[in-house]
């Protein structure tokens, strides 16, 4: 599926948790994740803004092989090498507001506007506030409960990052 018929998906789900097979993960987006994560099993949960939905979309994901011990006992409604569906006995009526709720605690915080004068920061002093952004994001970054690509794609945006940062 592609991500707009997935977030069409979502916007009209109620009791269901979606899964879909990406390479060697299974992941959940939207309301699917937040069903997930309060109902089957707490991971953490990724944000990231997809232009050709024009949104941020909040997803979870897991190796494929927990995949049948977290299925375990769950009421399967459909199953197949790339999906999963699963039904969910809800234990509240607003879960969507909750929902809601839930999303926006996880959207990253809104960045300041600040226009700065490229031509009259000096060069060092530029250089300075990259270094304290880098050492910020590495300090900030939650590796005791990220996975392996978490890892591998923060790996990348700093490297990126720093090869912006010398061009």
Request: charged share 20%; with cysteine.
């Amino acid at each position: 599926m592609t991500m707009p018929e997935i977030v069409a998906r979502e916007a009209v789900n109620t009791n269901r948790i979606y899964l879909y097979k990406e390479g060697s993960f299974w992941k959940a987006y939207e309301y699917s994740a937040y069903l997930f994560v309060i109902y089957i099993k707490m991971y953490q949960t990724k944000t990231k803004f997809l232009q050709n939905v024009g949104m941020q979309i909040v997803s979870i994901g897991f190796p494929d092989i927990a995949l049948s011990k977290l299925l375990d006992g769950r009421n399967v409604v459909f199953q197949d090498n790339s999906h999963v569906i699963l039904q969910i006995e809800l234990s509240e009526t607003s879960a969507k507001e909750t929902f809601a709720e839930w999303k926006i605690q996880r959207l990253p915080a809104p960045q300041p506007l600040v226009e700065k004068d490229e031509e009259s920061t000096p060069p060092t002093e530029k250089y300075a506030i990259f270094q304290i952004d880098l050492h910020q994001s590495i300090r900030e970054f939650p590796l005791a409960t990220s996975t392996p690509m978490d890892c591998m794609n923060f790996l990348a945006d700093l490297k990126r990052q720093v090869q912006n940062a010398v061009s």
